[in-house]
């Protein structure tokens, strides 16, 4: 029985070794990230292993768990190797389509939709901004005329301090927005 659970071990090594070995290759990892791919790989295998083999025969290491671990990794390589390349190939093609798809269906249905709103909201400002200007333009005659009548009357009456200041602040803005550019 331990025997058997150790040729199975096997293949799943081959299986996740060629699995590994493909994803390095697709993805062109840096360099200095496959040691450390490997380092993970060859930790996870050992523990793997052991673990099996703690529940086929509660630890016992003979020589045909050694045995067990070479003919698995042998007829894995042997025969089933190219077919698990090619499964994995086409796995990690309907991943990244995937992937694709999700990552277009995020920037029609949210991204999109924030920029047109975005360009709506600045185009809308805008506007209003200009026809701001343009009103405040418009009453500038107004705002003679009203300082011409009323002028000589506030000249006459005696103001607090603070209409003095808001009245001094008024004619700074209106000067602001009278001068020629």
């Not at 007829?75 to 077919?83: G, H, N």
């Not at 796995?91 to 047109?116: E, F, S």
């Not at 405040?136 to 011409?148: A, E, Q």
Request: aromatic share 16%; net charge positive; charged share 20%.
């Amino acid at each position: 029985m331990t025997l058997l659970w150790m040729l199975i071990s096997g293949c799943v090594l081959g299986v996740v070794f060629d699995g590994v070995r493909i994803i390095e290759t697709r993805y062109r990892f840096p360099r200095w990230s496959i040691h450390g791919l490997d380092l993970i790989y060859w930790v996870w295998a050992a523990l793997y292993v052991f673990r099996t083999l703690y529940h086929s025969n509660h630890g016992e290491l003979r020589f045909y768990v050694f045995l067990g671990l070479f003919l698995g990794v042998l007829i894995y390589f042997l025969f089933l190797s190219i077919p698990t390349e090619r499964f994995v190939v086409m796995l990690l093609k309907v991943v990244d389509k995937v992937w694709l798809a999700g990552v277009r269906l995020v920037q029609i249905l949210i991204i999109a939709p924030l920029k047109l709103i975005f360009k709506a909201a600045k185009l809308l400002l805008g506007f209003l901004w200009v026809m701001l200007l343009f009103m405040l333009r418009m009453l500038h005659p107004l705002w003679k005329l009203l300082k011409f009548i009323f002028l000589p009357l506030g000249r006459r009456l005696k103001l607090p301090e603070a209409w003095q200041w808001v009245i001094h602040k008024a004619e700074a803005v209106r000067n602001r927005w009278s001068r020629k550019p």
